[in-house]
């Protein structure tokens, strides 16, 4: 599985769009991207995926680089109960195992 | 979503006795399911993928029989810490797959807290 990189934290204005980037650089042409968010004391929840074409749903949206090396996972109105560690992970969509860089963790501040 | 549930959601034992953590996909049937651990503030860890009606695979470092996992049914995976000591205290996660899908259609558990005194 590719390599991601992540800020390890941010912060941001509640009712602001929060912004979180991630690096995959190496990233090979059958991975996609994945995001969980991981609020305090609870299992990880999946909020997007994508392969190469811009995402959203009613989470939020996932924004891919045309060359695929890197993505913004968008939350258009953050809420305080965004607060949480964000993860980014490439992955083929066959792969048996899922596995956790750092995330970043995500501050949203009244 | 579908759902997985772990239980207990969190345990305090004795050092030196064995505690054993029920994760279970109550409305879908999975093939596989994870075990991750997670120290405080840190990501969680992948301990081993767990395989109906077959031995689970460990990561590397993780104590096979230290940490036994059994996946009986379609339904239920078991984590039993064996001789648990204050070093394994942490959060145990699983998450489940459906027959579906790949790490996409992965749903994790609550996560169960494991204190070891």
């Known amino acids: 599985d590719a390599k991601t990189t992540q800020p390890p934290s941010m912060d941001c204005a509640e009712g602001r769009a929060a912004n979180l980037p991630c690096n995959h650089s190496?990233?090979?042409?059958?991975?996609?991207v994945y995001w969980y968010r991981q609020i305090h004391s609870q299992g990880p929840q999946y909020i997007i995926h994508g392969l190469k074409n811009n995402e959203t749903n009613e989470m939020a949206s996932l924004i891919i680089t045309e060359d695929r090396k890197s993505s913004t996972l968008i939350l258009p109105h953050a809420t305080l109960r965004d607060t949480a560690v964000y993860y980014c992970?490439?992955?083929?969509?066959?792969?048996?195992?899922?596995?956790f860089g750092q995330g970043t963790r995500l501050t949203i501040n009244p | 979503g579908a759902v997985v549930s772990q239980h207990p959601s969190w345990v305090i034992c004795k050092s030196g006795t064995s505690v054993k953590i029920e994760c279970r996909s109550l409305d879908f049937q999975a093939t596989t399911m994870f075990w991750y651990r997670q120290f405080p503030k840190q990501s969680l860890m992948l301990m081993a993928t767990s395989n109906e009606g077959s031995k689970a695979t460990y990561e590397q470092g993780v104590e096979k029989d230290k940490f036994l996992i059994n996946h009986a049914s379609l339904t239920l995976s078991t984590l039993t810490v064996t001789s648990a000591h204050p070093e394994d205290s942490s959060f145990y996660i699983c998450s489940a797959r459906t027959l579906a899908g790949g790490p996409g259609e992965l749903f994790f558990g609550e996560g169960s807290r494991l204190t070891v005194l």
């Open positions: 992970i490439s992955h083929s969509q066959g792969a048996q195992k899922l596995v």
């Open positions: 190496t990233i090979s042409g059958n991975e996609y």
